[in-house]
């Protein structure tokens, strides 16, 4: 129980006068030891109840004279006034308090796991790289089957039986000569014009097949990108046009592309496709073999026996097609040495780095 | 191809251009370069280039050939050499007989006596090694230089060591041959012969035997030259795997009418270098004329392919300095190909000899081309891999690819459908002849490898196709396989099927149910081995595997994505959904016995509550009784009152209002938490 007679002069038991300031005082020293709602209400008990400081002086004051209420009574008035806002004013510091004390044990680390990130093939990422260019320009994707037969693979890529353009690819037989697994995704373009009319512009990235012992830089496995347009008027102008533009997306607005006659059955007149070697800049050196271009791949005019044995009326319409050879693009891109990396065995991915997805 | 810098000057005398220009030229018209050398020859300086020849230009596997293209570009003229000695033809009748006729074009031959073989003069010798071919004797070396410079190969026979009829025909007899360098090659039934009535004397269009081999003491001969069927020389070279540089020359469409100028010449340097006489008349085997009919050609279409305009006289000069013979009517050419042209039979092909001789780097390449707007026909399984590549990449999971190619035995291990191994017949590798009918087989390989590298994450999937045969159906699926390994022998199938079936569900499948597997792959732990199904369609597979690692944990799913694009064009879910009132969750007890489907008893649930008021519907705890299992299904009501749900919660449970609450297992759920695996008994 607090003591207060201090700061009250008696005079035959009754209250002469109040010493507001050091009441005050006294009050503030006693709420800045409270630390807990519990001692703050015990505090405001010796106050404010019953048998508190603010209620006894009241009752005092009862007894006094009217002269002497006058003198009294505001004062102890006014430091009920002041108590009552030092009371709420340490409440809310306590419930700050707590409510700190809340957070802080709340409070958690943000530990030091790292997430482990999940990732695309680097052919999935070129693949989809391309296909983004072509779909903004208003191309279709269509894969087919890989178990091609001889029909699709070659007669109506215009390689008839016997046709010395079928020693250019070394075929892997199901069951020779007419089931074999597809050796180019024209395949998907023979199947393509059988089965849609035109106009039509269409990309196959696709997986193909050819008899040949795999070492560091080739494999009976490998990746094709073909492309497909047949429309009413089209020319070399516009098959140079397309793959300019992706080669730039792709490589950046500097690169260096050349178009020089290459021999494919499937087309006629023939394209091949030559970037500039980005090492040595067209002066030759191992990567490019000497000859300072790169190639890309093939593309021409397609073949009007094609056209024709697709059904399509080759006078009214005209197409280009081009298949470009993923694997090396995917190793120039990725720093990989070994094109059997890109089937399994030694690629991997680092657990918490991903490609920039824009 | 090789070429020497000096000999395309000597065919075209009227060339200034230096030979990077040449070899750059010639790379831009069709032979792309693969070789550049400073050389030495007959004591100056020169140039040997190297071009690859496209495979339907066997005319410039030659010295002239090439020259010609040259000359053509620059529209200069070429001079030929010169046949002198010009031939003179004795009158005997050579004893040649031709059997195999549809597998010969031509055949030209003489029979020439006294002759004086020697060793080559230098600059021959010189010449040939130029070309990798080692000199021989004067009258081989010859028929080499004649091969290299005309592009027609030929063969000299020793007469002296003939006996009787000289014979092309398809071997019966022989089961074997020694080839001039003395190797001893096998030889089965059918391949192009030429022999005599004793011995077999050559591989046609391959190589000579020894048996008739031209030494220095060599005086009378039989030079021929012949032009065959271009696929029975390249057969019989493949399959007796040998090639030469005549089989590579023969094998393709050479022009029968080349052989002439080709043989004569021939004939002139013999004569000229090891004297002799011509004996015989000359021996020409030539059935098929083929009487070369005119293209009709309208220039125009130079323009129109190009992109680019190109005047009428312009192609006429190309097509010219080519050798084409082109008559002019009205706005019409009538073309006609040159000797050697075997390639030549369409109007596409002038507009390509017009359009690669105007030159390539003459179209503009920098326009984006105006192309309509078409149909897009991209199939729904295109999209469907792209956003299933996503989802398990976001999940942490890494995009693998294997070869489908597999070892034998694999496919045992790793099949569960009902259909046999496709096997190929030449595989590259022998031991992977086979292939793929699981994703499983290139998951597990490729992990072995990341943990013989020490890898210490494993989760990973693939697209790509499974193979088998019904019957004479050649089948091939697309498939999604996913992988997950764990270091430790903690139980964690259920985190893997969580994968899965957020998978499909993202995707937008909600009935989603496992039933034990019918087939179940040898490699599956028996027990832990499920088909997946969504509605009634078996769509994959997941399991457990056997132990592959002690203390480690393997699973495996798959897929099909061809089942699942279908079954996606039949199924719409609107998962957003306006909420009117607070959910009411509620939960019952049901035994099931242990043979049944908790599946199969949610889909009826399902059915009886309706659609329209189900928000979820979970199976919260389990419990094992003696032959039947407990279950709390909890199952939350959108857009009822407490009273609707309760009336439908106990219509759907069958479920009595009067039984106490104790009895019934019937409770209202105190706190519906986020987690949906809450309370769930292990």
Redesign the interface.
């Known amino acids: 129980m607090l003591k207060f007679n201090y700061f009250m002069i008696y005079n035959n038991g009754k209250i002469t006068s109040i010493n507001k300031e050091d009441l005050v005082y006294n009050l503030k020293e006693n709420i800045s030891r409270v630390e807990s709602f519990e001692q703050l209400k015990k505090l405001y008990r010796e106050y404010f109840e019953k048998e508190g400081l603010i209620r006894k002086l009241f009752n005092e004051i009862k007894d006094l004279s009217k002269e002497e209420k006058r003198k009294i009574a505001p004062i102890v008035q006014e430091f009920q006034k002041i108590a009552i806002k030092l009371f709420e004013e340490k409440e809310i510091e306590l419930k700050n308090t707590q409510f700190r004390k809340e957070l802080t044990k709340g409070a958690e680390n943000l530990g030091y796991n790292i997430s482990k990130v999940g990732h695309l093939h680097p052919i999935t990422q070129t693949i989809r790289a391309l296909n983004k260019i072509f779909i903004e320009m208003g191309y279709s994707i269509l894969d087919g089957p890989e178990i091609e037969t001889d029909e699709y693979c070659f007669r109506r890529l215009n390689v008839p039986k016997n046709h010395p353009a079928m020693d250019m690819q070394d075929t892997i037989y199901i069951n020779e000569p007419n089931i074999l697994l597809r050796t180019q995704t024209s395949s998907i373009e023979a199947r393509l014009l059988e089965k849609y009319s035109p106009p039509l512009k269409v990309v196959c990235p696709g997986r193909v097949y050819r008899n040949e012992k795999p070492n560091k830089s080739n494999h009976f496995i490998f990746h094709h990108y073909q492309g497909v347009v047949v429309a009413r008027e089209i020319s070399l102008k516009d098959l140079f046009g397309t793959i300019t533009y992706l080669f730039k997306n792709i490589y950046g607005s500097n690169v260096k592309i050349r178009f020089r006659n290459k021999y494919y059955p499937e087309v006629e007149p023939g394209i091949g496709p030559d970037m500039e070697c980005f090492n040595c800049k067209g002066r030759g050196c191992p990567i490019c073999k000497g000859v300072g271009w790169i190639e890309m791949g093939g593309a021409g005019i397609i073949h009007p026996n094609i056209l024709k044995m697709a059904g399509i009326d080759n006078k009214k319409w005209r197409g280009f097609a081009f298949g470009l050879g993923l694997d090396r693009w995917v190793m120039a891109k990725y720093n990989i040495t070994d094109i059997r990396t890109l089937l399994g065995g030694n690629l991997g991915y680092k657990y918490y780095e991903n490609e920039n997805i824009i | 191809m090789k070429i020497l810098y000096s000999q395309i000057k000597e065919l075209v005398p009227g060339l200034k251009k230096d030979p990077k220009k040449v070899s750059e030229i010639l ?4 032979f ?3 070789g ?1 050398d400073k050389v030495r020859y007959q004591n100056r300086n020169d140039y040997l280039l190297s071009f690859e020849i ?4 066997p005319d410039c596997l030659s010295v002239i050939g090439l020259a010609k293209e040259v000359a053509a570009y620059y529209g200069l003229k070429v001079k030929m050499p010169r046949i002198f000695p010009a031939p003179s033809y004795g009158t005997k009748k050579l004893d040649i007989k031709v059997n195999a006729k549809n597998c010969v074009k031509r055949i030209l031959a003489v029979e020439i006596k006294n002759l004086t073989n020697k060793e080559s003069p230098k600059w021959l010798k010189e010449f040939l090694s130029l070309y990798e071919i080692n000199s021989i004797n004067l009258l081989v070396d010859l028929s080499n230089y004649v091969m290299i410079l005309t592009g027609y190969p030929s063969h000299l026979l020793d007469l002296d060591k003939i006996n009787g009829t000289l014979c092309w025909s398809l071997n019966n007899d022989f089961k074997e041959i020694t080839t001039l360098d003395g190797s001893k090659v096998k030889l089965k039934k059918g391949e192009l012969i030429i022999k005599d009535n004793k011995n077999i004397l050559a591989l046609a269009g391959i190589v000579g035997g020894k048996i008739a081999a031209i030494d220095f003491n060599s005086k009378s001969i039989i030079a021929e030259m012949a032009v065959y069927d ?2 029975v020389v ?2 019989n070279s ?1 399959d007796l795997k040998i090639t030469t540089e005549a089989s590579n020359r023969l ?3 050479l022009d029968p009418r080349g052989s002439e100028f080709a043989f004569k010449l021939l004939i002139s340097l013999i004569i000229k270098n090891c004297k002799g006489k011509i004996e015989s008349e000359l021996f020409d085997f030539y059935l098929d004329k083929n009487i070369i009919k005119p293209i009709k050609f309208d220039p125009r279409l130079s323009g ?5 305009d190109i005047l009428k006289s312009k192609s006429l000069k190309i097509l010219k300095n080519l050798g084409f013979e082109v008559k002019p009517l009205k706005d019409i050419f009538f073309v006609k190909p040159p000797v050697g042209r075997t390639d030549i039979s ?4 002038l ?2 000899e017009i ?2 001789m105007y030159g ?2 003459k ?7 105006k ?9 729904k399984n ?1 999209y469907l891999a ?1 956003k299933i ?1 996503d989802i ?14 597999t070892k034998k035995g694999d496919n045992l291990k790793f099949n569960y459908l009902n259909w046999e191994i ?7 590798n022998e031991e992977y002849p086979d ?1 793929r009918q699981s994703m499983a087989v ?1 998951l597990v ?2 992990l072995n ?2 943990l013989k ?1 020490g ?1 210490r ?1 494993v ?1 990973i999937f693939e697209i ?2 499974i ?1 088998g045969k019904k019957g004479n159906n ?1 089948k ?1 699926e697309e498939m999604l396989g996913v992988l997950m390994h764990i270091f430790s022998d903690d139980k964690s199938l259920p985190l893997f099927k969580e994968v899965i079936e957020r998978l499909l569900r993202t995707i937008g499948f909600n009935e989603i149910y496992y039933l034990d597997s019918e087939i179940k792959p040898e490699i599956a732990n028996p027990y832990s081995c499920w088909d997946i199904k969504i509605k009634e369609e078996t769509v994959g597979i997941i399991y457990k595997l056997k132990p592959l690692y002690l203390k480690q944990n393997t699973y495996f799913s798959e897929i099909n994505l061809g089942k699942i694009v279908k079954l996606l064009e039949k199924t719409y879910y609107n998962p957003a959904v306006e909420l009117s009132s607070k959910l009411v969750v509620l939960d019952a007890n049901v035994e099931i016995k242990n043979d049944k489907s908790i599946d199969d008893y949610l889909k009826k649930i399902r059915k009886k509550i309706k659609e329209k008021n189900i928000w979820t519907i979970e199976v919260v705890d389990r419990f094992l009784l003696k032959e039947k299992i407990r279950y709390t299904i909890r199952v939350s009501y959108k857009n009822l009152s407490d009273k609707e749900a309760k009336k439908i919660h106990l219509e759907a449970f069958g479920l009595s209002q009067r039984s106490s609450e104790a009895e019934q297992g019937f409770r209202k759920a105190q706190v519906v938490g986020s987690n949906p695996t809450a309370g769930l008994s292990k």
């Open positions: 790379t831009l018209i069709g792309m370069r693969d550049f496209r495979q339907n230009r271009s696929f390249r057969k493949r094998g393709k469409d129109l392919y190009a992109g680019v369409l109007t596409e092909d507009i390509e359009l690669r390539y780097d179209i503009p390449k920098d326009k984006i081309p192309l309509e707007i078409v149909k897009n026909i991209t199939p295109i792209e590549r398990l990449s976001y999940s942490g999971f890494d995009e693998i690819l294997s070869c489908p190619l496709i096997s190929t017949q030449n595989s590259v292939l290139g390989n490729q490898e990341y590298k890898v994450y989760r790509g196709k193979f050649y091939e």
